[in-house]
């Protein structure tokens, strides 16, 4: 059970790195998706650009989180479940504030992958 749980960190926490290059424009996930342009907390203040790179450090964080949390459950560490829920929660505050406050395309939003880190934050907490 634990390389299966482990190999689903890794799998999250790469797909979290997907979004960094979305946020500093590297690509598109999709065409036409603008993702983190239009944040509710930050692209006011901050302007777009600032936005998009302070998404990418909070994800490729998060990222490191999730891959530090899968390495320490396949070595037998017990701080692989800090770091699972550290990263869970900085996931799930991220996609918060750099949503764009719309309730469409909220897959296109991290909703998704928000939903994702709340099971696993869940999950760890409870099991």
């Given at each position: 059970?634990?390389?299966?749980?482990?190999?689903?960190?890794?799998?999250?926490?790469?797909?979290?790195?997907?979004?960094?290059?979305?946020?500093?424009?590297?690509?598109?996930?999709?065409?036409?998706?603008?993702?983190?342009?239009?944040?509710?907390?930050?692209?006011?203040?901050?302007?777009?650009?600032?936005?998009?790179?302070?998404?990418?450090?909070?994800?490729?964080?998060?990222?490191?989180?999730?891959l530090?949390?899968?390495?320490?459950?396949?070595?037998?560490?017990?701080?692989?479940?800090?770091?699972?829920?550290?990263?869970?929660?900085?996931?799930?505050?991220?996609?918060l504030?750099?949503?764009?406050?719309?309730?469409q395309?909220?897959?296109?939003?991290?909703?998704?992958?928000?939903?994702?880190?709340?099971?696993?934050?869940?999950?760890?907490?409870?099991?």
């Open positions: 059970m634990n390389i299966f749980v482990g190999i689903f960190l890794i799998l999250h926490a790469l797909v979290h790195l997907l979004y960094p290059g979305q946020a500093l424009r590297f690509f598109e996930l999709r065409p036409g998706l603008t993702w983190p342009d239009g944040s509710w907390a930050f692209s006011g203040l901050l302007g777009e650009a600032v936005t998009r790179n302070l998404a990418a450090v909070f994800l490729a964080v998060t990222a490191l989180g999730f530090a949390g899968s390495l320490g459950l396949f070595l037998g560490q017990g701080w692989w479940r800090a770091a699972v829920v550290a990263a869970a929660v900085l996931s799930i505050a991220t996609y504030v750099f949503w764009n406050g719309k309730f395309d909220l897959p296109d939003q991290g909703g998704v992958g928000l939903l994702i880190s709340l099971g696993i934050l869940v999950a760890v907490l409870l099991v």
